[in-house]
């Protein structure tokens, strides 16, 4: 039987592994790639625009599940292939202005098909619309693996929560500010307050993919102009079966990486529910497309606001106390997210506080894969990553259109109370990893026998 050998991961060498040269000029490219991502992102927002898109153009809750399935097999399966790719690659920089810019396309694609159909073409268009919607995630999934892989390569480990703190400040500040300016008017420029969603053509979301095409463009001009020295890797030349077995075999050998990524597979359940709070909010307290706006205003603001503490804390005191912190605050969102769509006292505007919460989504998934940059040596990066975004991933990929059909076949409370359980699920288990940066190099490798 092939088995990979297991991976016994230096915590003292993984702190001090390199002093990366052109530090200082690849930390600000870096900050611009990420920043032209997030002003991207905005306007693709998973858990409020994507799933409003499917309501103009579909509105079966099964229907949205695709999208956290879709998502989640993009962000997992092809950089798991591709890892051994990505780890032979001598610049890394080249695959991620590729997959960057095949990011791009698909948006412009979905911008030039909608600006032809007008958002009406039949049964056809939901399935056009998720189909491009699985190539952008199958590139996405990459082009993150190969982002992770090169800020453990160009940043250096104590500089990576400052960059993520940096990024994610000044990419809110330019997300929201476009945001604010553009989306309020392609947003409402065609829906009425007395319209129902099926009764109102799409809004202006010819332009709203556009603009998120041309920001993913600029995102790949930044990624192609890092200073990155050439790595002396050579293919180790394993197929696909191959990998997944070296998966298998990570999760296998390395306990204390096992409960990390069962951590992720709790916080994997929650993302089954990102379509549906938008749904739940507009259906309960009878709002229409413009709340989308204050939505991913709130949200954006959100990443941004819990970044500053986090990344702070990651440097100063280690990314596993602020991953247990971010567990725990999670698990508030769907009972926030209930009890304001049932409650007759409160305006539909505090529900600005869901997605406000939301928010610490992306960056607990930044923290997850920071800890496990962490746990491993330079060489096993890639895959290290790539299988605990397979275990991140796993949930939404069987359960997500599952969890949809429950919705229209029970109700919102049962799916968001599954959610929160597995969320406080992972967060007690976030207290058995252990912290690299105070552990000794022996309690290091007996953790992970």
């Known amino acids: 039987m092939n088995q990979l050998p297991a991976s016994k991961p230096s915590v003292a060498k993984t702190m001090t592994d390199h002093n990366p040269p052109h530090h200082t000029r690849n930390f ?44 989640r097999f993009g962000q997992s399966v092809p950089p798991m292939l591709a890892s051994s790719f990505i780890r032979s690659t001598p610049l890394k920089k080249r695959t991620l202005t590729a997959m960057t810019l095949i990011m791009s396309v698909c948006f412009l694609a979905l911008s030039g098909v909608w600006a032809w159909t007008g958002g009406q ?13 699985a190539f952008f995630f199958a590139a996405t999934g990459v082009n993150m693996l190969l982002l992770n892989t090169l800020k453990g390569k ?35 420029s065609t829906s009425g307050a007395d319209q129902t969603v099926q009764q109102t053509v799409a809004p202006n979301f010819t332009m709203i993919f556009l603009f ?48 990390l990524a069962i951590v992720g597979m709790m916080f994997g359940m929650s993302v089954t529910l990102f379509p549906h709070y938008q749904s739940m909010a507009r259906s309960r307290l009878s709002l229409d497309l413009t709340s989308l706006v204050s939505w991913v205003i709130a949200q954006n603001l959100g990443t941004a606001l819990f970044s500053i503490p986090a990344g702070w804390a990651a440097d100063r005191f280690g990314n596993r106390r602020v991953l247990n912190s971010l567990m725990l605050s999670l698990c508030v969102v769907p009972m926030l997210a209930l009890f304001l769509s049932r409650s007759q006292t409160v305006d539909g505007v ?16 930044r923290t997850l894969n920071n800890y496990t940059l962490e746990i491993c040596g330079p060489a096993d990066r890639p895959r290290y990553l790539s299988t605990l975004g397979l275990c991140v991933a796993t949930p939404p990929m069987l359960l997500s259109v599952l969890m949809g059909w429950l919705v229209d076949q029970i109700s919102f409370e049962f799916v968001f109370l599954v959610g929160a359980t597995c969320l406080f699920s992972g967060w007690c288990i976030t207290f058995g990893l252990i912290e690299p940066r105070h552990s000794s190099p022996t309690q290091a490798r007996n953790a992970s026998d």
């Open 28 to 71: 600000g490219l870096l900050a611009s790639f990420m920043v032209a991502m997030r002003t991207g992102w905005i306007f693709k927002t998973e858990t409020i625009i994507m799933p409003a898109v499917l309501d103009v153009i579909g509105g079966a809750s099964w229907l949205r599940g695709f999208l956290p399935m879709l998502n």
């Open 121 to 133: 073409a039949g049964g056809w268009l939901p399935l056009v619309f998720l189909t491009l919607y």
């Open 154 to 188: 160009l940043i250096r480990v104590r500089r990576r929560g400052l960059l993520d703190l940096v990024s994610n400040v000044v990419g809110s500040a330019v997300a929201i500010t476009c945001a604010w300016w553009l989306l309020t008017r392609w947003l409402g």
């Open 212 to 259: 998120t095409g041309l920001m993913f463009a600029i995102a790949a001009a930044f990624g192609s102009v890092f200073a990155e020295v050439p790595d002396e890797i050579q293919s180790d030349g394993r197929s696909s079966v191959k990998i997944f077995q070296a998966a298998v075999a990570t999760f296998r050998n390395d306990h204390n990486f096992r409960r």
């Open 350 to 365: 505090w529900f600005n506080a869901v997605f406000l919460m939301l928010g610490l989504a992306p960056v607990t998934i």
